[in-house]
T-cell receptor
């Protein structure tokens, strides 16, 4: 079965550089979530998209932006990178359903970003 | 305020024994969902089990079962017949929101070590 694809899997950047992380959801999944997991931390919700519109926003820095495209893939753009941005970035996708129903989030393998 | 509390930073268990990982949650919503994920050292987030707030039966998935006590707001994970491959971080998470965004809020995690 197809899974969530994230690219690149590993990324090394210098401070103040920019980075773009990509996420390809499972086919027919129209909702994408981004999470950030710092070293030794739990994953923190950043932002989500439903049908190409931003649906929720968490603790995402202003230096970060994201969007979902017409083919439902999503990109997380990170500018002016800081050392503290070093983390594992997960994308998860889910199918949209009725409010209150169970929609499992399928996680991608993550992109490990290291900022030097 | 912490919405998901995992009070055990680390747990040890002998191979083939059962272990319970604790999770308590805080929400005023009537409809919510509780998840357990496993994160091995390789980093991927592996879905284990789900419990909906309206589910009357405790969820089970193979060797995993969820001891759901709604009045106590606890959702403990029970792993039976532990295996060496069960050594990993385990995160309890709660689904927040409805419809187009159902982000997950994670606890701090419990590191499980299975000893031979």
């Amino acid at each position: 079965a197809a899974g969530v694809i994230q690219s690149p899997r590993h990324l090394i950047k210098e401070k103040r550089e920019t980075a773009t992380l990509k996420c390809y959801p499972i086919p027919r999944h129209d909702t994408v979530y981004w999470y950030q997991q710092g070293p030794g931390q739990d994953p923190q919700f950043l932002i989500s998209f439903y049908e190409k519109m931003q649906s929720d926003k968490g603790s995402i820095p202003d230096r970060f932006s994201a969007q979902q495209f017409s083919d439902y893939h999503s990109e997380l753009n990170m500018s002016s990178l800081e050392l503290g941005d070093s983390a594992l970035y997960f994308c998860a996708s889910s199918p949209h359903g009725l409010a209150g129903t169970y929609n499992e989030q399928f996680f991608g393998p993550g992109t490990r970003l290291t900022v030097l | 305020a912490q919405k998901i509390t995992q009070t055990q930073p680390g747990m040890f268990v002998q191979e083939k024994e059962a272990v319970t990982l604790d999770c308590t949650y805080d929400t005023s919503d009537q409809s919510y969902g509780l998840f357990w994920y496993k994160q091995p050292s390789s980093g991927e987030m592996i879905f284990l089990i789900y419990q909906g707030s309206y589910d009357e039966q405790n969820a089970t998935e193979g060797r995993y079962s969820l001891n759901f006590q709604k009045a106590r707001k606890s959702a403990n994970l029970v792993i039976s017949a532990s295996q060496l491959g069960d050594s990993a971080m385990y995160f309890c998470a709660m689904r927040e929101g409805q419809g187009g965004s159902e982000k997950l809020v994670f606890g701090k995690g419990t590191k499980l070590t299975v000893n031979p």
